[in-house]
């Protein structure tokens, strides 16, 4: 059974510029979540997509959004980078019942120059 | 004031030693509470899952959680190299999903 797939696994940006990330979660999982992790912050959940629609919301600026296709795959985006926003960005996929156990791909490394 | 506190550490122990994590919350409607594993350059990986107070245990690992106190711990016993990672604590509470808020993580080393 295949895992959690982020794309890219690393990328280097300037600030000003944007940019997306995508994630395809564990097939069957309709719940996608996406967290950023900074050694300062730890992990600091972003968003949370069910069934396409954002159900929860953390506490970013609104240059940080989010969508989810019908496939469940979901991507990310961030507009107007900032040095701050370099961070390891994780997705995590789950089933919407039981536990809410979630499922981690390795994630997307971000610098920010 | 952070819904979740947990020392980043670091933490170094010997090999066969007993380590003990731990968390702190302030949110009381938390139901879930769960460690994560977290190996460098990889996601981290559910290892205990704990469902209101009380104790867990499997293997190695024992999980307590404290609902009266908010504080949640992880024990490991005769501790190993192969231990040695960032451990993330976790809580959620059900309403329109699962919302997951985690711990800073510890950083484990156990030297052997």
């Known amino acids: 059974k295949a895992g959690v797939t982020q794309t890219p696994r690393y990328l280097i940006k300037t600030r000003g510029q944007q940019v997306t990330l995508s994630c395809s979660p564990i097939?069957?999982?309709?719940?996608v979540s996406w967290y950023q992790q900074t050694p300062g912050q730890g992990l600091q959940f972003l968003f949370e997509?069910?069934?396409?629609?954002?159900?929860n919301k953390g506490n970013f600026p609104g240059r940080f959004s989010g969508r989810q296709f019908s496939n469940s795959r979901s991507e990310m985006n961030v507009s107007t980078l900032e040095l701050g926003d370099s961070a390891l960005y994780l997705c995590?996929?789950?089933?919407?019942?039981?536990?809410?156990?979630?499922?981690f791909g390795e994630g997307s490394r971000l610098t920010v120059l | 004031q952070k819904e979740v506190e947990q020392d980043p550490g670091p933490l170094s122990v010997p090999e066969g030693a007993i380590v003990s994590l731990n968390c702190t919350y302030s949110n009381s409607a938390f139901q879930y509470f769960m460690w994560y594993r977290q190996y460098s350059r990889k996601g981290p990986e559910l290892l205990m899952y704990?469902?209101?107070?009380g104790n867990k245990e499997d293997g190695r690992f024992t999980a307590q959680v404290d609902k009266s106190s908010k504080y949640i711990s992880l024990f490991i016993r005769d501790s190993q190299p192969s231990d040695s990672a960032t451990y993330l604590c976790?809580?959620?509470?059900?309403?329109?999903?699962?919302?997951?808020?985690f711990g800073a993580g510890t950083r484990l080393f156990v030297k052997a």
């Open positions: 097939s069957g999982h309709r719940s």
């Open positions: 976790a809580m959620s509470v059900q309403g329109g999903g699962f919302k997951t808020i």
């Open positions: 997509y069910f069934s396409e629609t954002q159900r």
């Open positions: 704990t469902y209101s107070s």
């Open positions: 995590a996929s789950s089933f919407d019942t039981g536990t809410g156990e979630l499922f």
